[in-house]
T-cell receptor, first 111, second 112 residues
Framework: NAGVTQTPKFQVLKTGQSMTLQCAQDMNHEYMSWYRQDPGMGLRLIHYSVGAGITDQGEVPNGYNVSRSTTEDFPLRLLSAAPSQTSVYFC??????????FGPGTRLTVL | KQEVTQIPAALSVPEGENLVLNCSFT??????LQWFRQDPGKGLTSLLL?????REQTSGRLNASLDKSSGRSTLYIAASQPGDSATYLCAPRGDSSYKLIFGSGTRLLVRP
């Protein structure tokens, strides 16, 4: 099993550009989520999904969109990047109420 | 709203010491609590998952305890090694939610 994979590892954007952060898991987990990690703010939940076709907002959803068309994939879209979205982004997955597994992260800089 | 506090924020110890990292949370209605390790510039590695019905969970030199009613968990590291240097995060999961709420972490340095 590859576990939770994220691409790209690093990305630099200009303000106003759009991009998609990819997340995939091969453990057949129902639950997937996106967090951002900022110095002094810890890890904060952006969006989550409890299964294909079902998504919901977390603590800091503004500026981000998600969709879940398959069990395996949960992409995070930035429609118009802003400097405030400079952060490290982590994707996580789990089955029902068990252990959550995290991907290696995407380091995003918005200039 | 669940709030998670980890004490101490940073810890520097000589190799071989036994350590206790503390985690407290304000809402005791949790389903489980997970401890993670994060190395600089890396992702989160799951260390231990302790269910709300459990009092302790052990993995090698690590032991996590949970006192749900008082909103506390501790991570005990026995015979610390320089390779244990990392940030340790605790994250309780709510009874009716999949969401993890993270503490700000304890940054541990084990000196050779």
């Amino acid at each position: 099993n590859a576990g939770v994979t994220q691409t790209p590892k690093f990305q630099v954007l200009k303000t106003g550009q759009s991009m998609t952060l990819q997340c995939a898991q091969d453990m057949n987990h129902e639950y997937m989520s996106w967090y951002r990690q900022d110095p002094g703010m810890g890890l904060r939940l952006i969006h989550y999904s409890v299964g294909a076709g079902i998504t919901d907002q977390g603590e800091v959803p503004n500026g981000y969109n998600v969709s879940r068309s398959t069990t395996e994939d949960f992409p995070l879209r930035l429609l118009s990047a802003a400097p405030s979205q400079t952060s490290v982004y982590f994707c996580a997955s789990s089955d029902t109420y068990n252990e959550q597994f995290f991907g290696p992260g995407t380091r995003l800089t918005v200039l | 709203k669940q709030e998670v506090t980890q004490i101490p924020a940073a810890l520097s110890v000589p190799e071989g010491e036994n350590l206790v990292l503390n985690c407290s949370f304000t809402d005791s209605a949790i389903y489980n609590l997970q401890w993670f390790r994060q190395d600089p510039g890396k992702g989160l590695t799951s260390l231990l998952l302790i269910q709300s019905s459990q009092r302790e969970q052990t993995s090698g030199r690590l032991n996590a305890s949970l006192d749900k009613s008082s909103g506390r968990s501790t991570l005990y590291i026995a015979a610390s090694q320089p390779g244990d240097s990392a940030t340790y995060l605790c994250a309780p999961r709510g009874d009716s939610s999949y969401k993890l709420i993270f503490g700000s972490g304890t940054r541990l340095l084990v000196r050779p």
